[in-house]
């Protein structure tokens, strides 16, 4: 059965830090992508960052770009999402999901992924 449980959230202050964690199971990564998406009040689901677990190829939305760094660690199926100089505008759900037949990162738009996790809560005061 696979699953992804994502950790890390909480509440932080505009400027500060914080790193996500995305744990796989019922499911290899060495062939697969991997992406973290977000959904804040009212708007649309953003799909930020995602990489290959094969190859390492990544993948940054301009929103992020710069000041989010998605790594995996495949010896224990985690993938990571370090966030810095978090502002306001990033409060929001934090998803990670899986595309387990294709290692592509692609538009990291969401669509192919066919696993998500519960998400976790990210709140940025100002």
């Known amino acids: 059965q696979v699953q992804l449980v994502e950790s890390g959230g909480g509440l932080v202050q505009s400027g500060g830090s914080l790193r996500l964690s995305c744990a796989a199971s019922?499911?290899?990564?060495?062939?697969?992508?991997i992406g973290w998406f977000r959904r804040a009040p009212g708007k649309e689901r953003e799909g930020l960052s995602c990489?290959?677990?094969?190859?390492?190829?990544?993948y940054y939305a301009d929103s992020v770009k710069g000041r989010f760094t998605i790594s995996r660690d495949n010896a224990k199926n985690t993938v990571y999402l370090q966030m810095n100089s978090l502002k306001p505008e990033d409060t929001a759900v934090y998803y990670c999901?899986?595309?387990?037949?294709?290692?592509?990162?692609?538009?990291?738009?969401?669509?192919?992924?066919?696993?998500w996790g519960k998400g976790t809560l990210v709140t940025v005061s100002s």
């Open positions: 999901a899986a595309d387990t037949y294709s290692d592509s990162v692609g538009n990291c738009d969401g669509m192919d992924m066919d696993y």
């Open positions: 019922g499911f290899s990564l060495d062939y697969s992508a």
């Open positions: 990489i290959s677990t094969s190859d390492g190829s990544t």
